[in-house]
């Protein structure tokens, strides 16, 4: 009897030993497949192949090289995927990856369409998912789930950033230059609501197919209306051809071009002198501050480019995953994401920003102004900072959401 | 103010001078095509890809070199007519006697590496290219402010395409050209060197494509997919026009781009499918092609 007691004693002593080794543990962690495994999945070739593309596989490195190149003494490994901007490219590739690689994690995948369907099977799967490439706020409404995390902005907060502002100065009669797919629809009904809450009105639209070469037609359509703001709910080359178009017609002399999705890459494509003075929404900007402008030159060394902020918000998303994972001691991703939720995040990207019960990442955004070809000073130095939009100003609140997961 | 059918008339005659702006593009690289066609019975699918060199050489040309747009329009399609006479002496040559299908698999597999090579050295999101002084500014033509850089658009590509049409229909030159299409055995019994002659059409026609480049660099973006935008309706509009006829090919280009811009004004959702329909309507009437001759 006694040795009975004194066994028990020995196996509950062990187990409080286990239990009381809890951080002991962590610090050799449980890792699915022995390591950290991280997707980079967007559009290699493409025409968005500037905003993230190779650049924002080297974002995921450097994420995981400043992380220190390990974790729980395992390996950290990022791979790569072209989803071709089609749907069903990412979705089985998302699939493959999941299943049969022992991906942990997706990050970036512009193009809405392509985003809405990789988060289908991150919740099917049960799998970590930062989109920080796409703009449809569907993401974090109908389309939200556990295991998504809209990272960098969404058509919310372009429309109420660049489409505020620019009523508040006047700009109130409006006309839509629309690309003809879900993602253009969004911008322009999402801008539209902003305007006509402002106290704007909207003459019109029109919707051009996507990679429409020439812009011409449609800008002379827009000029007819008379409206003193031409709204480009479109984005990439679409949206160069049509202020390089809007410039050549002369119809920035009487009106004025907004940009409701302008990239710096894009910039850098149009010169200064033709997109000077577009004032525009920015997630973040690489010439901000002694930290953005040590990552930008550090990313310039690599790509011989400055980063747009979907590769800044790669790089950021990797760095909050991984610390995430070291935190809840398992790449298990129902405590990653529990994880997630609970810390502030703080690092070149953001400041304070926090991830919702939706998954949207809530952070200051930026209206930027571009600059003049006088006022830019060395290579890419485009933006001026016309306000920062707070975080809690910049997305859609919570009580507007059409996420199942908020419970009203 | 008059309308038809609810557009103000003004807005029409715009658009319609727009249709001929973008016509003049799909005239120009439908020309080459059809003149390759015609000579080389060669699908050249590397058309859009030599176009978007063009305009990739006349960036190069003013960012490294300093040379301006005027010298650019001379010197793109020379260098891309070289390329072309390279291409056909080292490849091209040796696929005259086969299928049609091998001749558009080595120039489609052409295009996709000469693509690929731009986009690895220059991204996609294109590079600006400035309309030269002389022709900034716009003309006001009552109906429309029209920029006199598309009005030099047309007027030089219109220009071009009659004196190509002039030569091969007109001049001696033209007339060994013609006698080697229809029958190259006998041409070259009367001493004309007919692969000589291939050699330079192939070059000629690349370098049409390259001449378009230099116009579109600066009213479009010069990216290196603006050829593969583009090169899809340039066949189409060589079909709709008839393989290998050159007056054709320019009068079919000039007229789809006018349906293309009213399109634009009355449904502009259908713009970029119109003229597949109009394909369709052709294929199905005159399967020829509306300028061809049944073989």
């Known amino acids: 009897m006694r040795r009975k007691i004194l066994s028990t004693m020995i196996q509950s002593a062990l187990l409080s030993l286990t239990l009381a080794g809890g951080p002991a543990l962590a610090q050799s962690g449980k890792l699915?497949?022995?390591?950290?495994?991280?997707?980079?999945?967007?559009?290699?070739?493409?025409?968005?192949?500037?905003?993230?593309?190779?650049?924002?596989?080297?974002?995921?490195?450097?994420?995981?090289?400043?992380f220190g190149g390990k974790i729980f003494g395992k390996p950290i490994e990022v791979?790569?995927?072209?989803?071709?901007?089609?749907?069903?490219?990412?979705?089985?590739?998302?699939?493959?990856?999941?299943?049969?690689?022992?991906?942990?994690?997706?990050?970036?995948?512009?193009?809405?369409?392509?985003?809405?369907?990789?988060?289908?099977?991150?919740?099917?799967?049960?799998?970590?998912?930062?989109?920080?490439?796409?703009?449809?706020?569907?993401?974090?409404?109908?389309?939200?789930?556990?295991?998504?995390?809209?990272?960098?902005?969404?058509?919310?907060?372009?429309?109420?950033?660049?489409?505020?502002?620019?009523?508040?100065?006047?700009?109130?009669?409006?006309?839509?230059?629309?690309?003809?797919?879900?993602?253009?629809?969004?911008?322009?009904?999402?801008?539209?609501?902003?305007?006509?809450?402002?106290?704007?009105?909207?003459?019109?639209?029109?919707?051009?197919?996507?990679?429409?070469?020439?812009?011409?037609?449609?800008?002379?359509?827009?000029?007819?209306?008379?409206?003193?703001?031409?709204?480009?709910?479109?984005?990439?080359?679409?949206?160069?051809?049509?202020?390089?178009?809007?410039?050549?017609?002369?119809?920035?002399?009487?009106?004025?071009?907004?940009?409701?999705?302008?990239?710096?890459?894009?910039?850098?494509?149009?010169?200064?002198?033709?997109?000077?003075?577009?004032?525009?929404?920015?997630?973040?900007?690489?010439?901000?501050?002694?930290?953005?402008?040590?990552?930008?030159?550090?990313?310039?060394?690599?790509?011989?480019?400055?980063?747009?902020?979907?590769?800044?918000?790669?790089?950021?998303?990797?760095?909050?995953?991984?610390?995430?994972?070291?935190?809840?001691?398992?790449?298990?991703?129902?405590?990653?994401?529990?994880?997630?939720?609970?810390?502030?995040?703080?690092?070149?990207?953001?400041?304070?920003?926090?991830?919702?019960?939706?998954?949207?990442?809530?952070?200051?955004?930026?209206?930027?102004?571009?600059?003049?070809?006088?006022?830019?000073?060395?290579?890419?130095?485009?933006?001026?900072?016309?306000?920062?939009?707070?975080?809690?100003?910049?997305?859609?609140?919570?009580?507007?959401?059409?996420?199942?997961?908020?419970?009203? | 103010m008059s309308e038809v059918f609810g557009v103000p008339l003004q807005a029409l005659l715009g658009q319609l001078m727009l249709g001929l702006v973008n016509g003049s593009f799909y005239a120009m690289l439908s020309l080459g095509l059809a003149v390759i066609f015609g000579m080389l019975n060669i699908i050249n699918f590397a058309h859009g890809a030599l176009y978007m060199m063009g305009a990739f050489i006349a960036w190069m040309s003013l960012e490294y070199l300093g040379i301006g747009y005027w010298w650019s329009l001379l010197l793109a399609p020379v260098?891309?007519?070289?390329?072309?006479?390279?291409?056909?002496?080292?490849?091209?040559?040796?696929?005259?006697?086969?299928?049609?299908?091998?001749?558009?698999?080595?120039?489609?597999?052409?295009a996709l590496i000469i693509e690929g090579l731009f986009r690895d050295l220059f991204g996609v999101s294109g590079l600006p290219y400035t309309i030269p002084e002389e022709l900034a500014g716009a003309f006001n033509l009552g109906f429309m402010f029209l920029p006199k850089y598309r009005a030099w658009i047309v007027l030089s590509s219109l220009t071009v395409c009659l004196l190509t049409w002039f030569m091969i229909e007109k001049t001696r030159l033209g007339a060994y050209l013609r006698a080697a299409t229809e029958n190259p055995r006998l041409t070259q019994a009367f001493g004309i060197n007919v692969p000589l002659m291939v050699m330079l059409t192939y070059g000629f026609g690349v370098a049409l494509a390259g001449f378009a480049g230099v116009l579109a660099a600066p009213a479009l973006q010069v990216s290196p997919l603006m050829g593969s935008n583009l090169i899809i309706v340039v066949f189409a509009v060589v079909v709709i026009g008839g393989m290998g006829s050159i007056l054709g090919s320019i009068l079919t280009g000039l007229g789809l781009g006018v349906i293309e811009g009213l399109t634009k004004v009355f449904y502009p959702e259908a713009s970029a499918t119109v003229v597949f329909f109009v394909m369709v309507l052709v294929l199905l009437l005159r399967p020829a092609g509306l300028f061809g001759r049944e073989k």
């Not at chain 1, 017609?249 to 940009?259: D, E, I, R, V, Y």
């Not at chain 2, 390279?86 to 597999?109: A, P």
């Open chain 1, 32 to 66: 699915s497949g022995d390591m950290v495994k991280i997707g980079v999945m967007n559009d290699m070739s493409g025409l968005y192949a500037d905003i993230g593309g190779p650049g924002s596989v080297e974002a995921a490195k450097m994420a995981v090289a400043d």
């Open chain 1, 79 to 408: 791979v790569a995927a072209d989803h071709q901007n089609k749907p069903d490219v990412g979705a089985s590739k998302a699939r493959e990856w999941f299943d049969a690689q022992g991906v942990d994690m997706i990050v970036d995948v512009p193009t809405s369409s392509v985003g809405i369907a990789v988060a289908k099977v991150a919740n099917e799967k049960k799998r970590a998912y930062f989109n920080t490439g796409s703009a449809s706020k569907a993401l974090t409404n109908e389309e939200c789930n556990p295991y998504t995390v809209h990272y960098a902005y969404d058509t919310y907060a372009l429309a109420n950033g660049t489409g505020k502002a620019i009523v508040e100065t006047g700009g109130k009669s409006w006309f839509f230059l629309t690309a003809d797919y879900a993602f253009g629809h969004a911008l322009e009904q999402d801008t539209a609501a902003v305007v006509k809450a402002a106290g704007g009105q909207v003459l019109g639209a029109v919707r051009h197919p996507l990679n429409a070469s020439d812009f011409s037609s449609f800008l002379l359509q827009a000029q007819a209306s008379k409206a003193q703001i031409i709204g480009l709910a479109n984005a990439g080359g679409d949206t160069i051809n049509s202020v390089k178009a809007a410039n050549e017609f002369g119809l920035t002399k009487n009106q004025t071009l907004a940009g409701l999705l302008i990239f710096i890459s894009d910039i850098h494509s149009l010169g200064l002198k033709t997109a000077q003075g577009m004032l525009l929404t920015d997630a973040w900007y690489w010439d901000m501050n002694d930290e953005t402008r040590k990552f930008g030159r550090r990313f310039f060394e690599k790509m011989k480019r400055m980063p747009s902020f979907d590769q800044a918000a790669v790089y950021s998303s990797v760095l909050t995953y991984l610390k995430a994972v070291k935190a809840a001691g398992t790449d298990d991703a129902d405590a990653v994401m529990a994880q997630l939720k609970k810390a502030k995040i703080n690092d070149v990207f953001a400041k304070n920003g926090y991830i919702r019960q939706d998954g949207r990442m809530v952070h200051d955004m930026y209206l930027m102004q571009v600059k003049s070809p006088e006022e830019s000073k060395y290579p890419w130095d485009y933006f001026k900072l016309k306000k920062v939009i707070p975080a809690e100003q910049a997305f859609q609140p919570l009580s507007l959401s059409k996420c199942p997961l908020i419970k009203k």
């Open chain 2, 79 to 110: 260098l891309v007519g070289m390329l072309g006479i390279l291409i056909e002496r080292s490849m091209l040559q040796w696929l005259y006697k086969l299928d049609h299908l091998y001749g558009l698999l080595l120039t489609f597999g052409l």
